[in-house]
C-alpha cells in the first residue's frame, strides 16, 4: 500500500498534471510527469512497507519548513485502514494556522480517490 497511496491523490492536487507517479528514491519524495519534470513534495524519514511512511512534506511551504505527514497502514477486515497524521514541524509552527484549511481539504479529496479505488 506505501506505494500506492500518491498515485491516488485526485488530479487538482497534484503537483504535475501530466501522469505523475510518487517514488521514493535515495529519501527523496516527488512526482515526475511523462516529460521527465519533476516536484519534489518531501523527504522520507522513514519507509517501512507495507505499514508505514513518514515524510518532510513541503507542499504548500518548502523544504526549509517543512510540515510532518505520517501514514500508517492496519488491516481491517478485507480491506486496509489509512491513518494520516499531519503536524507542524518546528520550522513550519508559523506557518500551520493559515495553511492547516487547506490541508484538511486535500487529505480529504486524497483519501476519497483511496477509497474509490478499493
Same mark, same amino acid.
Given at each position: 500500500? $506505501?506505494?500506492?497511496? #500518491?498515485? +491516488?491523490?485526485? *488530479?487538482?492536487?497534484?503537483? %504535475?498534471? *501530466?501522469?505523475? /507517479?510518487?517514488?521514493?528514491?535515495?529519501?527523496?519524495?516527488?512526482?515526475?510527469?511523462?516529460?521527465?519534470?519533476?516536484?519534489?513534495?518531501?523527504? !522520507? $524519514?522513514?519507509?517501512? #512497507?507495507? /505499514?508505514?511512511? &513518514?515524510? &518532510?512534506?513541503? #507542499?504548500g511551504? &518548502?523544504?526549509?519548513? #517543512?510540515?510532518? %505527514?505520517?501514514?500508517?497502514?492496519?488491516?481491517?477486515? /478485507?480491506?486496509?485502514?489509512?491513518?494520516?497524521?499531519?503536524?507542524?514541524?518546528?520550522?513550519? !509552527? +508559523?506557518l @500551520? &494556522?493559515?495553511?492547516?484549511?487547506?490541508?484538511?481539504?486535500? @487529505?480529504?479529496? !486524497?483519501?476519497?480517490?483511496?477509497?474509490?479505488? $478499493?
Amino acid at each position: 500500500m $506505501t506505494g500506492e497511496v #500518491p498515485a +491516488a491523490a485526485p *488530479q487538482p492536487r497534484r503537483s %504535475v498534471q *501530466q501522469s505523475p /507517479d510518487a517514488a521514493r528514491t535515495e529519501g527523496r519524495f516527488f512526482e515526475r510527469a511523462e516529460d521527465g519534470a519533476e516536484v519534489e513534495l518531501g523527504r !522520507v $524519514t522513514t519507509w517501512a #512497507p507495507p /505499514d508505514r511512511i &513518514d515524510l &518532510d512534506f513541503y #507542499p504548500g511551504t &518548502d523544504a526549509d519548513h #517543512p510540515t510532518l %505527514v505520517s501514514v500508517r497502514f492496519s488491516d481491517e477486515g /478485507d480491506g486496509t485502514m489509512v491513518h494520516v497524521t499531519h503536524h507542524p514541524g518546528p520550522a513550519s !509552527v +508559523a506557518l @500551520w &494556522d493559515e495553511r492547516v484549511g487547506s490541508y484538511v481539504r486535500s @487529505w480529504s479529496l !486524497v483519501l476519497a480517490a483511496i477509497e474509490e479505488r $478499493t
